[in-house]
Structure formats: structure tokens, C-alpha cells
């Protein structure tokens, strides 16, 4: 869209900056965008003119959700795990291995359709970020063309090379180590930012993990991982040695976990350097114990909310849907969930020009069918995003 933007009427404005409590609130404001940036946020009474006009009609409008952790490259779907489940079956990750199967034999057009039709119903929820990870390929081949098709879709893309050591390799893990530092790392990073290593029981040691993120790191990529998931584990501890951006599902955590990641405050106050992403379709999903994020946000560990979708373990693209689970289950308020679904996922991907709404930053807003923020853990379930628009273009 050429020329300026003007969206006026906003009844309730987040805008994670300078404003009324946590989430920077303004009242009665408007947002001038050119150029797919955000010039100017002030009263609606004294907004400039502009070429195109979005009225809010007194609806609450914040940024576009920021969801940092996402599966999106994959094929078929694991439905009747997930029924077997919800009749007492424990999630256990072994299913990883089905959808390496499916995602190996499938095209790369099927491949492509899956992203963008998942990237299409995030985006009419809200996200206008996505980071999408490798992860059911395995082979050089695979990992690469599946980051080669997420790179089509978003910048914020993952090698997760390190999921699981995949059937052929079960009895000789340490090739498999070598294989993902090596060929597959190489082939891997030209459409990669981010590394990650699955650091569980059952998928990678911490030896392991480390030795595969110090090589991601060597060739120039951020590391994020997911930790202490399914039990304790020493994931979360490597994420902080290894100033890792976020580590993320933190379900199960030590009081050390927690100092630690608490220790890597900024001195100026504004959180902490590595980021815990609680991702609670998981939980939901698995039917597992929520982790509790007060126990975090207390002691002034920033926290990001994400979906983690995934045909396992969580099959939601949906950021609302995991901001009213937050409130709900994880002891975050509203405006908590809020912000970590916005800045805190910035913040998990080390980004400042997104999950905000100042003069500088990206034009990603959400207008909602509603008065409030609040309505989107109160009206769970509610298709409440009216409009998107993103990088100044209405969606
Ligand atoms: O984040 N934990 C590892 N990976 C995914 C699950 C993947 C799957 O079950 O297919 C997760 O939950
Ligand atoms: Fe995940």
C-alpha cells in the first residue's frame, strides 16, 4: 500500500512503551503509519491527516502477536496420538519420529502448503511473527529444504537439526552429533539465524546439546533450545552458559533454573538476557502440569508466550487461545500474558522493532472486537481479532 496510514478511534491502545501500567496503555489515541513503520502515537482528537484511514470505532488495538516458537514444516498429523492421550497415554515424544517419516516423503509443494496454511490461520489470530523451525527432516537434505520453504515465509527461522536422533542412527548418537554439526549444520545455516537442540531425556544429553549449539554458534547462528520440558534436566542451566536468546517450554524447574536465568538480568532493568518462552498449548495438549510463570515474573525473569505448534505435542496456531490458557493455568494476568505475547516474544527472538507500538517500530497492529485487552483471556475461545495489518498493510 502506498502512502500513510491513519488508524483513529482506539478506545484502549497497548503499546508496550511510554503510557498508563505494564503495557504502556493510551487512551483515545490513534497510530500514524508510513512506509510499514509507526511515525507517530497520539491523541485521536489531534491525529494528522493521512492518505488511507482505518477506524477503530473505539476498540482496543495492540501489536501483532509475536509467537517464537513454531513447527510449521511437517506433514500429515498425529490425531490419534493425541486421542490415545486424552485417554491416559503419557506424551513422550517418540511420535517426532512418525512425522519424520511423513515430512520425508512428502513434496515439496506439500511441504510449502502445510506453512503457508498454518502461517495463514496464525495471521488471522494475530501473529504477525513467526518463527518456524526445522526439525522432522533429519537428513541433510531434508533439514535443508525444510529451512530453505520456512525461509519463503519468515526471517525467524530455526535448524533443529538436534530434535531427535532419527530410527537410523538410534544405535550410534554420536555420528548422529557429528552429521548435525557437520554437513547438516553446513547446509542448514545458509537459511537459518537460530540453532536449537530438543535437551531431554530421550533426545539429546547436555554434552551433546552443548557440542551442537557451540557449532551453530561457530557458524554464526543465535541459540535458543527447548528445556526441561517433560522432567528436570540441565537444559535450562546450558541455555544460560550459553547466552542463549530464550529457553523455552521451562515446564519443569529447579529453584538454580530459575536464579539462573534471573542472574541474566540487564543492569537497566528491562528483563533479563535469556528470555523462558512457556508455551502452554503443549500442556494442554499433553495433558501435563502448567509451568508457573509467577514463580519467573517474580523474580523479574522475562517471559514470552508462544503456541509451539506442532502435529504432536500442540496444535494450535492460535495466540490467543494460549494468553487465555496463561491467565487461566499459569498465573500471569492479563496484562502479563499480554505483553509476553507481544514484547516477550520480541524479546525471545532479540527484537526491538517488533511486539511494540512507538515511533520507530514495525506497524503490526491488531484491532479487536472488543473494548479491552482483557477480553482475550476473558472471552476464551472468541474469534476476537477484527483486523490485522501488517507492516502497514491491512491484511
Ligand atoms: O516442542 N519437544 C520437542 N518438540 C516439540 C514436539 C514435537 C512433536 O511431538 O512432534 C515440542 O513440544
Ligand atoms: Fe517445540
Known sequence: MSGSLLVDNIGELVTNGAGEGPLGIRRDAAVLVEAGRVVWVGPSAY????????????????????????????????????AARMAGQPYTGGGIRTTVGATRAATDEELRATVRRLRGEALRQGTTTM???????????????????????????TFLGAHVVPAEYADRPDDYVGLVCGPMLAAAAPYAKWIDVFCERGAFDVDHARAILACGQAAGLGVRLHANQLG???????????????VDHCTHLSD???AALADTAHSDGSGTRTVATLLPGAEFSTRSPYPDARRLLDVGVTVALATDCNPGSSYTSSMPFCVALAVREMRMTPAEAVWAATAGGARALRRDDIGVLTPGARADLVVLDAPSHLHLAYRPGVPLIRQVIRNGVPQ
Not at 54 to 82: I, Q
Not at 131 to 151: F, H, N, Q
Not at 235 to 246: F, I, M
Open 256 to 258: 538454580a533454573d530459575v
Open 47 to 82: 491525529a494528522p491527516a493521512a492518505d488511507h484511514h482505518v477506524d477503530a470505532g473505539g476498540a482496543a488495538v495492540l501489536p501483532g502477536f509475536v509467537d517464537s516458537h513454531a513447527h510449521l514444516v511437517f506433514a500429515g498429523d498425529r490425531a490419534p496420538e493425541f
Open 131 to 157: 518463527e518456524i523451525k526445522s526439525g522432522y527432516g533429519l537428513t541433510v537434505a531434508d533439514e535443508a529444504r525444510s529451512l530453505r520453504i520456512a525461509a519463503e515465509t519468515s526471517t525467524e527461522t
Open 232 to 246: 528436570p534436566g540441565p537444559g535450562v542451566q546450558l541455555g544460560v552458559e550459553l547466552d542463549a536468546a530464550s
